[in-house]
């Protein structure tokens, strides 16, 4: 018996945050592995985690530039979802916005304006105290580090189409605030991937065949093979 593969539609999730969320990003990454094996496989689907540590690579150019082109830009297709996390710290200047999270994000909600894709959604480390350090310079660049964290907070509330955004207390919490929003977004019947696999299910994905599929073909073959049941496979005896 021939082998027959099994088509799997990936879709891209694009994780934007600045250095001080390491433990954050990781969850985010094993919450997708552990989605795949159990859950997407239902719909023929698969996502993976797009990332600057992981997916750009060094080379000549504005490296914010190179880092978008080789992520953001590249998997725009099939980019359904960009997740940014942000704790204490904004991050630095690119040459073309305040951050390379913001440029991020910037490049997302153009995006999204433009095509509907990608979603975006934004979680904010909210503690009751700023951890500073020992040195008085350091602890001066921290304090405005934080400054540009509210300040960006409250320009997602200020845009004309604003972006509604979540709050955990700390890294420890950050996967129940996390893993139920997600899982709630994802399994929605509204979702691209499921509304594909329903449609399939049911039989109305015509525009989805490949242009070369020969319709009538398919339908005089499939008449030949089951046009005229076989009755002898037909128990009648009444056991």
């Not at 600045?18 to 592995?33: I, K, L, S, T």
């Not at 859950?39 to 530039?65: C, M």
């Amino acid at each position: 018996m021939a082998l027959t593969s099994v088509n799997v539609r990936r879709y891209h999730v694009f994780l934007a945050s600045p250095g001080d969320v390491n433990a954050e990003r990781q969850h985010v990454r094993r919450f997708f592995e552990e989605f795949n094996r159990s859950t997407a496989h239902l719909w023929n689907a698969e996502f993976r985690v797009v990332d600057w540590e992981n997916y750009a690579t060094i080379g000549v150019g504005r490296p914010q530039e190179l880092i978008t082109r080789q992520t953001l830009e590249k998997y725009k297709g099939s980019l359904a979802l960009v997740i940014g996390i942000m704790g204490q710290r904004f991050g630095s200047p690119t040459g073309k916005a305040e951050s390379g999270t913001e440029e991020e994000f910037n490049w997302a909600m153009q995006s999204h304006h433009e095509t509907g894709f990608p979603e975006i959604k934004w979680f904010f480390r909210v503690t009751g105290k700023v951890e500073f350090p020992d040195d008085p310079d350091s602890a001066e660049h921290a304090l405005d580090q934080w400054r540009r964290v509210l300040a960006f907070r409250q320009r997602m509330q200020d845009l004309t189409d604003p972006v509604f955004y979540a709050q955990y207390p700390g890294a420890e919490s950050f996967g129940d605030v996390f893993d139920r929003d997600l899982r709630l977004w994802l399994n929605d019947p509204a979702r691209p991937w499921a509304v594909h696999q329903i449609a399939l299910a049911s039989g109305s994905l015509p525009d989805l065949l490949p242009v070369e599929f020969d319709a009538e073909g398919y339908r005089t073959a499939v008449l030949a093979k089951f046009d005229k049941l076989n009755l002898d496979m037909l128990d009648t005896t009444g056991a």
